[in-house]
């Protein structure tokens, strides 16, 4: 592929953790990469990666906006992108128990409202969001694919991460995208990350993980990449976990 038409990919929540991970790979694979995130951590990374940088939130439609025009203004294209987001409700401080007891867990029917409506608009309509600004773009180019960073909860449910729940939303929305755009060759699939290298376990909770470890963020930036690329070009609709083997359920 030239140097004109080398391939383009957009991270949003990518100024540290998973997002920044996810763009190392793509970056590391030679795309060009455009990355979002509140703070000036994803300036800083798109200088380090030779790529773009756009401050704003997924939460709102007129930032996700700049950053798609800043794009195209610059490149010309979108092949891809990745909606990452935040941790709604917070991240325990340590994980102790791989069953998750729920002497841990937060008091789920104490949960206001607003937090609900927050994590269901960061979850679900933030993907929503982009993708209505992405599909023309994608239709026009005859092709595209969409990852959305989802979460291994969402499978086997833990109170401990409540929020979660609304996660099932976001990958019903995922298979009907993938089933209306298919026809565009818009492919759009999910990656459900486990425990990955932010999150503080006890040894008895990493023994439950069949791998023994936490997953780096560069794995969860392969599985992305792999979705995002000519590689998976038959897989749409699906829900990949990268987990270590910890959820058992047969799907």
Same mark, same amino acid.
């Given at each position: 592929?030239?140097?004109?038409?080398?391939?383009?990919?957009? @991270?949003?929540?990518?100024?540290?953790?998973?997002? $920044?991970?996810?763009?190392?790979?793509?970056? $590391?694979?030679?795309?060009?990469?455009? *990355?979002?995130?509140?703070?000036?951590?994803?300036?800083?990374?798109? %200088?380090?990666?030779?790529?773009?940088?756009?401050?704003?939130?997924?939460? &709102?439609? %007129?930032?996700?906006?700049?950053? @798609?025009?800043?794009?195209?203004?610059?490149?010309?294209?979108?092949?891809? %992108?990745?909606?990452?987001?935040?941790?709604?409700?917070?991240?325990?401080?340590?994980?102790?128990?791989?069953?998750?007891?729920?002497?841990?867990?937060?008091? *789920?029917?104490?949960?206001?409202?607003?937090?609900?409506?927050?994590?269901?608009?960061?979850?679900? @309509?933030?993907?929503?969001?982009?993708?209505?600004?992405?599909?023309?773009?994608? &239709?026009?180019?005859?092709?595209?694919?969409? @990852?959305?960073?989802?979460?291994?909860?969402?499978? &086997?449910?833990?109170? #401990?991460?409540?929020?979660?729940?609304?996660?099932?939303?976001?990958?019903?929305?995922?298979?009907?995208?993938?089933?209306?755009?298919?026809?565009?060759?818009?492919?759009?699939?999910?990656?459900?990350?486990?425990?990955?290298?932010?999150?503080? #376990?006890?040894?008895?909770?990493?023994?439950?993980?069949?791998?023994?470890?936490?997953?780096?963020?560069?794995?969860?930036?392969?599985?992305?990449?792999?979705?995002?690329?000519? $590689?998976?070009?038959?897989?749409?609709?699906? #829900?990949?976990?990268?987990?270590?083997?910890?959820?058992?359920?047969?799907?």
């Amino acid at each position: 592929m030239s140097e004109a038409m080398a391939r383009v990919a957009i @991270v949003t929540g990518s100024g540290q953790g998973i997002g $920044a991970g996810v763009a190392r790979v793509f970056a $590391a694979h030679r795309w060009r990469v455009a *990355l979002m995130s509140p703070s000036e951590r994803c300036e800083r990374l798109a %200088a380090e990666l030779g790529g773009l940088a756009v401050r704003g939130s997924v939460m &709102q439609t %007129a930032d996700l906006k700049r950053l @798609v025009d800043t794009t195209l203004e610059t490149w010309g294209r979108v092949d891809a %992108a990745v909606y990452n987001m935040g941790h709604g409700g917070g991240v325990p401080r340590l994980i102790e128990e791989a069953n998750f007891s729920p002497e841990h867990d937060e008091p *789920l029917l104490e949960l206001p409202d607003d937090l609900w409506h927050e994590s269901l608009d960061m979850y679900v @309509v933030g993907v929503v969001r982009l993708a209505r600004l992405l599909t023309p773009l994608m &239709q026009a180019q005859r092709g595209g694919s969409l @990852v959305a960073i989802s979460s291994m909860n969402a499978l &086997q449910p833990r109170p #401990m991460y409540p929020m979660s729940a609304l996660r099932g939303a976001l990958h019903a929305f995922v298979k009907a995208y993938a089933d209306r755009y298919g026809r565009d060759n818009i492919r759009m699939n999910a990656v459900l990350p486990g425990f990955c290298e932010n999150v503080t #376990m006890t040894d008895e909770a990493l023994s439950r993980i069949p791998l023994g470890r936490t997953g780096g963020f560069l794995e969860i930036g392969e599985a992305c990449h792999f979705l995002g690329s000519s $590689a998976a070009s038959y897989i749409t609709g699906q #829900m990949l976990l990268v987990d270590g083997g910890l959820n058992r359920a047969v799907r």
